[in-house]
């Protein structure tokens, strides 16, 4: 990964909007197993029956593959938010902040799909492109009176106060793209290139269509 310095303000100080949690998590609580280790059991134990949604760096995905390389050929599915596949970057020019951060273990991935087991993308430009207005998430989305909406307006309260003039969640879009598949409206199957060598070309993707 990047040396890079991960920290951002963006969603807050906490990443959660920086309000108090009734039942605060424990960050600093031990695991007794290994993220990447736990992802091989389980896909190991149910084979064909579990499918990713990745919304961050893809390290631990890739570390998995090197483990068990039957890693992708045993999930049912693999969904990735990441990449800037029009150049349209969110972390440095062309870049998007998922696949900067961790372009060796991105390349990883995408050189170890095939046809019978694709990795399906979902660039970050797809949000850009929705235009979903900061007007509706505030004013139609955020008024749904319910425990998760209500979750979901606390922890982008930090954004939402921003002058941004459109509401982009791509991270949900991943979700919608897995749960309704119907609303996808198209898709292709181009080979996916991820460049991890130069200061610039860090984490740049290409398409061969």
């Known amino acids: 990964m ?124 797809t949000s850009v492109d929705a235009h979903i207005t900061k007007e509706w998430r505030v004013n139609v989305l955020g008024a749904i009176n319910n425990t998760l909406m209500d979750f979901m307006n606390k922890v982008e309260r930090v954004v939402l106060d921003r002058n941004l003039t459109y509401w982009q969640s791509p991270d949900s879009m991943a979700v919608l793209a897995f749960s309704q598949p119907e609303v996808i409206a198209s898709m292709f199957t181009p080979k996916v290139y991820v460049l991890s060598e130069g200061e610039l070309a860090r984490g740049v993707t290409l398409l061969d269509r």
Request: aromatic share 12%.
């Open 2 to 125: 990047t040396d890079k310095d991960l920290s951002s303000d963006w969603f807050g100080k906490d990443g959660m909007g920086d309000f108090e949690f009734p039942n605060p998590p424990l960050w600093n609580e031990s695991r007794p197993e290994h993220a990447v280790l736990f992802l091989i059991r389980h896909v190991r134990n149910f084979p064909g029956q579990i499918s990713l949604i990745c919304i961050g760096p893809l390290t631990n995905v890739a570390h998995a593959i090197k483990l068990y390389p039957g890693f992708l050929d045993n999930l049912q599915q693999i969904i990735v938010m990441g990449g800037a596949v029009k150049g349209i970057g969110n972390d440095s020019p062309g870049t998007e902040f998922n696949f900067r951060r961790d372009p060796e273990a991105t390349r990883l991935v995408f050189e170890h799909a095939s046809i019978e087991h694709p990795v399906y993308l979902l660039p970050w430009e």
